[in-house]
């Protein structure tokens, strides 16, 4: 009697090991959150989705053409981006799919069209078109209607992102002779710029919390991740190498930062946290444009 209550003892025990063990790994598979980003491949180019740790990467698109850029959706549910697929005009234009890679569907047609970014409300995407004589930041309804243009300069304008309450899009733009971000009202209105150097300041990224804008600077002679207050106040340099890092993205809790790293003509998807510490590859070459999901 004595050795069985033994036996249920220890078999309680490690039952109960392996069910706080269970709990453990379900709390970090839940916190783990997903990034989309493009594979480069044989001259070719596809979206894919990984979990936030590099794990279980799945592709989405399936062209011989090149596919870039990937967006969320505020909801997670669907993935913007842009493809070359429609032979037809040779043009990349804008399309959107659900994020499992179905009902791919094409919302722009004319001229070249890229670099969606959603509205926090998902009811409109921000991008850029050749439409025009230069490049010019547009807007559009999600479902690709109403596409209305936005800047008005005879420069490049690129890289637009939304503030968190969808009044403000930070873009970036070579109207002062090099790249500067500027901001502007949702409808153009009151353009604001918010970098001064005589070198590229680009790819500008607003936080989920709207406090701050990363963004990539060649002020120091590569590219290096920066971050500033949304008000262009407080720049300051998170990354310190002589490659290029570039295409910030921030997670849901606008805690940490991923990027691609630009080596010896490759790509590589980093992570870091928000003040440039605890810096983590997470792909190895050839993937690049990450895009943080706005939900885990
Ligand atoms: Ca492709
Ligand atoms: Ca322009
Ligand atoms: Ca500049
Ligand atoms: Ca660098």
């Not at 505020?74 to 493809?83: E, F, K, R």
């Not at 004319?110 to 995407?125: E, F, K, V």
Request: aromatic share 12%; charged share 25%; net charge negative.
């Amino acid at each position: 009697m004595g050795e069985s209550y033994l036996h249920k003892k220890q078999v309680m025990h490690t039952l109960l090991i392996l069910l706080a063990l269970l709990v453990v790994v379900c709390q970090a598979e839940e916190g783990v959150g997903r990034i989309a980003f493009d594979f480069h491949h044989d001259r070719n180019s596809d979206i894919f989705v990984m979990d936030a740790d590099g794990e279980n990467r799945t592709q989405l698109t399936y062209t011989t053409y090149p596919e870039h850029g990937p967006a969320w959706s505020p909801d997670g549910l669907h993935i913007a981006y842009d493809s070359y697929r429609d032979e037809f005009d040779e043009h990349s234009e804008i399309y959107v799919m659900d994020a499992d890679g179905e009902n791919q569907t094409q919302l722009t047609d004319t001229g070249n069209n890229w670099a969606p970014a959603w509205s926090p409300d998902g009811s409109r995407i921000a991008f850029i078109s050749t439409r025009t004589l230069d490049t010019e930041i547009f807007v559009m309804d999600a479902d690709g209607g109403n596409q209305t243009q936005l800047t008005f300069s005879p420069h490049y304008d690129t890289g637009p992102t939304w503030s968190l309450d969808g009044l403000r899009i930070a873009f970036s733009t070579y109207r002062d002779g090099d790249m500067e971000i500027f901001v502007m009202d949702a409808d153009g209105g009151n353009q604001t710029q918010l970098t001064f150097n005589s070198e590229g300041d680009y790819e500008p990224a607003w936080s989920p919390d709207g406090r701050r804008i990363a963004f990539s600077s060649d002020r120091d002679g590569d590219s290096e991740i920066f971050v500033m207050d949304a008000d262009g106040s407080n720049q300051t340099q998170l990354t310190f190498n002589s490659e290029d890092d570039q295409y910030p993205t921030w997670n849901p809790d606008s805690s940490r930062i991923a990027f691609h790293y630009y080596s010896d003509k490759r790509y590589y998807i980093y992570v870091m946290d928000a003040d440039g510490g605890n810096r983590v590859q997470l792909t190895e070459g050839d993937c690049a444009s990450p895009a943080w999901c706005p939900v885990e």
